[in-house]
């Protein structure tokens, strides 16, 4: 019943920057982590940022020092301030939880459909 919703994604130049929003709605009863993973064509899945409910963060080496993860505002959302884009970055953007649900006894995964960030050059 959990369910993510992604947004914030577009084509933007190289050096541009993007601010992608991920909101988790639906019975949840904990949020252990939320983050960010991405696909770029040819290339295997791969994580960008997550931070955990203890507020550690956790960040890629090929994004360090450009992208930001933080919490929302509000309740059960996070944001993935991306600067400095390079066509590199471009790829399918995935939001993820990991979620304790109100209708089930234990921690589940939950993943977003994506949200496709283009950096032209």
């Not at 190289?14 to 988790?24: F, I, Q, W």
């Not at 709605?25 to 991405?38: D, E, K, P, Q, V």
């Amino acid at each position: 019943q959990v369910q993510l919703v992604e947004s914030g994604g577009g084509l933007v130049q190289a050096g541009g920057s993007l601010r992608l929003s991920c909101a988790a709605f639906g019975s949840i009863l904990s949020m252990n982590a939320m983050g960010w993973y991405r696909q770029a064509p040819g290339k295997q899945r791969e994580l960008v940022a997550v931070i955990t409910s203890g507020g550690t963060t956790n960040i890629a080496d090929s994004v360090k020092g450009r992208f930001t993860i933080s919490r929302g505002n509000a309740k059960n959302t996070v944001h993935l301030q991306m600067n400095s884009l390079k066509p590199e970055d471009t790829a399918v953007y995935y939001c993820n939880a990991d979620v304790i649900p109100g209708t089930v006894p234990h921690g589940m995964t939950y993943w977003g459909k994506g949200t496709l960030v283009t950096v032209s050059s």
